[in-house]
């Protein structure tokens, strides 16, 4: 299993970014997605999960209203869109795999079984 993290870089305030995750080695639609996010100094918190068909999202009470997750199965490829960008958004965001059998979706990073290597968000303020 290869989780490809891609789309980060520098945005001012108020910007947009959209983040990607390309997935490998695995049926990617049987699986639960997240997003993650750690800023320097600080521990990696969760942002976005989105369950196998996209019924259910979960979304971090800092970025709700204003980050979008999504998923193309086909694509193996899982979204962040992320809108109206704050100085606090910036981090390394991480996408990761959650492979239980369950139709819900999970906040925590001990659920997730697969990260991919990180993607660099800054917003200048």
């Known amino acids: 299993v290869q989780l490809q993290a891609s789309g980060g870089g520098l945005v001012q305030a108020g910007g947009s970014l959209t983040l990607l995750c390309a997935a490998s080695?695995?049926?990617?639609?049987?699986?639960?997605m997240g997003w993650f996010r750690q800023a320097p100094g600080n521990e990696r918190e969760f942002v976005a999960a989105?369950?196998?068909?996209?019924?259910?999202?979960n979304y971090a009470d800092s970025v709700k209203g204003r980050f979008t997750i999504s998923r193309d199965n086909a694509k193996n490829t899982v979204y962040l869109q992320m809108n109206s960008l704050k100085h606090e958004d910036t981090a390394v965001y991480y996408c990761?795999?959650?492979?239980?059998?369950?139709?819900?979706?999970?906040?925590?990073?001990?659920?997730?079984?697969?990260w991919g290597q990180g993607t660099l968000v800054t917003v200048s303020s």
């Open positions: 990761a795999e959650d492979l239980r059998p369950s139709s819900g979706v999970s906040t925590l990073r001990p659920d997730y079984d697969y």
């Open positions: 080695g695995r049926t990617f639609s049987n699986y639960r």
């Open positions: 989105i369950s196998r068909n996209s019924f259910i999202k």
